[in-house]
């Protein structure tokens, strides 16, 4: 009787599903100016939506600053490859105010 409990309130949300968005992290940074970025595509059902992280070391502390765009793609090394062209230009079109309210 509560396998069917549980499988009626699972079809209704209120378990963990499958296609919410999990982020993966690419291994590598790729320095750009003064910033390094990470690629983390977060994959959703069969494909992986560009997200990523510009991290910067000032001193001791190392400002982040985390992105999600509304782009998809089908392939995870598309997706980690378009995450750091839209961080370089999120760099460029910032400069120092990037990180302004970090501070």
């Known amino acids: 009787m509560a ?4 499988k009626l309130f699972s079809a209704f949300g209120s378990s963990p599903s499958d296609d919410a968005p999990k982020k993966t992290e ?15 595509p977060m994959k ?8 990523g992280r510009i991290e910067k070391k000032v001193g001791e502390e190392t400002l982040v600053h985390e992105f999600v765009r509304a782009d998809v793609f ?3 090394d598309d997706a980690a490859e378009f995450t750091v062209r839209k961080a370089q230009l999120i760099i460029d ?5 990037l990180f302004a309210d970090k501070k």
């Open 3 to 6: 396998s069917f409990f549980s």
């Open 74 to 76: 089908t392939s995870l």
């Open 93 to 97: 079109q910032n400069g120092a105010s």
């Open 44 to 51: 959703e059902g069969g494909q992986y939506r560009l997200a």
């Open 26 to 40: 690419t291994s590598e940074a790729h320095p750009y100016k003064d910033c390094l970025i990470y690629a983390t």
